[in-house]
Every structure is written in C-alpha cells, then in structure tokens.
C-alpha cells in the first residue's frame, strides 16, 4: 500500500503511532522501534505493508520511503509537513475517503519544487473546498449577510467577508473573485499569496 504520512505520534518508549492518508482511508498503525527501521517523517510518502495481527492497531511493516527531490530543501520539506498536517483533523472522523486526496496530496507533492509552494497550497485548498461543496461565492458577507464592496477579506474554509466585520485585511474584489471562478492564484502577487496561504494554515 501506499500512503502519506499525515501524523506522527510517540507511543510508550520509542514506539510510533503513524497515521498514513491512503487513497481510500485514513488510517493509523502502530510501529514497533526498531533500530534498523528507517526513519519515518511526517509528509514522507511510504509504501508498506500492514499486519492485523494486533487487536490494538494493525502494525506497520516493509516500510519503504519513496523520496521526491526536495525532500531536501528545508524550507519546501517545512512547508509541506504544514501543509500536510492539516488533513489528520479535516478527515480524522471518516472512515473510508474518495481518492480525490490522496491524489491531491500526490499531484502537489510532483510540483512542489516547480512553484512557490504557497501558491499550491492556496489551489489545494481551493480544490479541496469545492469538492468537498463547501465554496461560499464572494458575494456577500459571511458574517453579516449584506454585499461586499470592492476589498473582500477571508476568513477560515475561504469565507469570504467585509474587512470592517472580522477586523481582517482584505484583497481587491476583481482578484479574489477570479480566484474563486480560476481556482488559480495567477492574478495574485507573493504577498496577497502569504496573505491567502496565512488563513488557509488555519484549517480546511
Ligand atoms: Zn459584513
């Protein structure tokens, strides 16, 4: 099987309890220490084996990592371990999942080294939200129902708001809706991405 590692989590002594997003499941295993083990990351993409023998959690065996060439770039493995932790709470309560993200995760990971990650995180975010049915148009005002003007401010899951009513900083209008119609953060410069990228790191 095959897996990203969204979780990581001490057991007792030095044992692990690794919780892998698979392309039908999340699921977690328990993995004994061992000193020949290879070291297991969160975000690694693994390929593994699962033994049900344990009425605990079923354990973790033949675990090989498959790399991707920026593994080695601090800063891109930093953002993508970020951005990788938030499925775990988003998808912790289900039990069988739609392929769908685990071939999002798949498709960013081949493109993490070819764009500002930032920008891939904000079009995840965007892509998960609309499969998911969850997009709110920016039209009018998540907090206090009334239309929004030409700066729209975002909070939490992309919900779109006056800037005056969660005291936020906004984007101009014409940018914030081509990223909603594009999903693309094409007409954003570097900073609104940071600004885009800020409220996505606060959860799905
Ligand atoms: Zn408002």
Redesign the pocket.
């Known amino acids: 099987m095959k897996g990203f590692i969204v979780s990581l989590r001490r057991a007792r002594d030095e044992d692990l309890v690794v919780t892998i997003l698979e392309e039908r499941a999340l699921r977690s295993y328990y993995r004994f220490y061992g000193a020949r083990h290879s070291i297991l990351q969160l975000g690694y993409l693994i390929d593994y084996e699962s033994e049900e023998e344990s009425r605990y959690m079923p354990r973790l065996r033949r675990v090989s990592h498959l790399g991707f060439p920026w593994l080695y770039r601090r800063n891109r493995l930093m953002l993508w371990q970020r951005f990788v932790a938030l499925f775990e709470p988003h998808l912790r309560d289900t039990e069988t999942l739609d392929p769908f993200y685990f071939r999002l995760l798949l498709d960013a990971a081949r493109r993490w080294d070819r764009q500002n990650p930032r920008r891939i995180v904000c079009e995840c975010a965007h892509a998960l939200l609309d499969y998911e049915g969850r997009i709110h148009e920016p039209t009018d ?6 239309p ?1 003007g030409e700066e729209i401010a975002l909070m939490q899951a992309l919900l779109p ?2 800037p ?2 969660i005291f936020g900083s906004a984007l101009p209008r014409e940018k914030v809706e081509d990223f909603f119609s594009t999903g693309k953060t094409t007409l954003l410069d570097d900073n609104e991405v940071d600004y885009l990228y800020s409220i996505v790191g606060k959860g799905f």
């Open positions: 005002c998540y907090i206090c129902e009334k929004l708001a006056h005056s009513c």
